[in-house]
């Protein structure tokens, strides 16, 4: 019934070569092969942990790609690019602001409210002095971070 040679009693050489026939016999069944085969690489916890650290690198590299795409690839939303131009605006309440826009050669002062938008006056353009180059406005998050970037550039 068994083919495998009988075992000496000190248990020495005649065991590998029943792994072996054994091995030989199975070979022909991958399901019957991988479970007669002992597993001898187990999986380490450093192993997983690096493999879920590659996955989301490259994750996180296909969605910056993805995001750098669609930014080259959508036309760009500035203002000098429009028709419409909002040149100013004053907030009034939590919902309501007084807005102006440039549309052509014309301001409008439009009165924005939740869900509304009322045109209160128009007038034109005023002219530019020709010295005088528009500045677009500085929010207070870039003058402060001018003011740091000087301070720590002269050694303060």
Known sequence: MNDAPARPA???AGRGRGLLALAGVTAGWPGIAAAAAPTAAETSTLGLLLQALLALLIVLAALFAFLWLLRRLTPAQTGAQG????????????????????????????????????????????????GQAPMPAASPFAGKLTELLTRHRSGR
């Open 83 to 130: 028709v419409v131009r909002i040149v100013g605006g004053v907030m009034l309440g939590t919902r309501e602001r007084l807005v102006v826009v440039e549309v052509a050669d014309q301001w409008l002062l439009l009165g924005v409210a939740a869900g509304r938008v009322n045109h209160l006056h128009t007038m034109p353009k005023p002219p530019l002095d020709p």
């Open 10 to 12: 000190h248990g020495g």
